[in-house]
């Protein structure tokens, strides 16, 4: 069966543009990973299966159009075989860093996208992700009611922001 993704985690990026995986999804990747620039600005890992078929996909753009096969070779160099460490890190290439806008020490989300992971750098998620989110809240789905805050900008029942 192949492997399947969801949920949200956050987990900051080291010193060395390194990413701790969720302990759920270590399994499916055992050593090695393929991380690659990804829609909206995020970046995607993707287990070795998932990263074969993905290349297939982007090899049949190649007969396409101008515009096809420039989108076949942007992915094809915005990709990266990584390994991962004991501790379930992978290390980012900074050219995928710099394109999703992650910096070293800084929160990174890491989403499941059913069949793969996205890293998305927090700010740029709330705009890509509103869409999606108010999407849902119009097919029934109900959104989180919001925190109320007091005008000091704290919780009601934290009155000195502990």
Same mark, same amino acid.
């Given at each position: 069966?192949? @492997? ?31 991380? @690659? =620039? ?8 993707? $287990?070795?299966? &998932?990263?074969? #078929? =993905? /290349? ?8 396409? $159009? ?9 992915? @094809? /160099? ?7 460490? =004991? $501790?379930? #890190?992978?290390?980012? *290439? @900074?050219?995928?860093?710099?394109? &999703? #806008? ?19 750098? *927090? ?11 108010? #999407? ?18 704290? *919780?009601?029942?934290? *009155?000195?922001?502990?």
């Amino acid at each position: 069966m192949a @492997s399947r993704f969801v949920g949200r985690y956050e987990h900051s990026l080291d010193g060395k543009g390194r990413v701790i995986l969720p302990a759920r999804f270590r399994s499916n990747f055992e050593t090695l990973a393929f991380v @690659s =620039k990804h829609e909206e600005g995020c970046l995607a890992i993707w $287990t070795p299966e &998932a990263f074969d #078929r =993905k /290349m297939e996909e982007m090899a049949l753009l190649l007969a396409g $159009t101008p515009e096809e096969r420039q989108q076949a070779r942007a992915w @094809s /160099m915005g990709s990266a075989e990584v390994e991962m460490d =004991k $501790t379930g #890190r992978v290390a980012i *290439p @900074s050219y995928l860093r710099q394109f &999703a #806008r992650l910096a070293d020490g800084q929160t990174v989300l890491v989403h499941g996208a059913i069949t793969h992971l996205e890293l998305w750098d *927090p700010g740029l998620w709330e705009i890509q992700g509103a869409p999606g989110d108010a #999407r849902l809240v119009g097919a029934g789905v109900p959104a989180a009611p919001p925190t109320p805050v007091t005008p000091a900008g704290m *919780p009601p029942d934290d *009155p000195q922001g502990e």
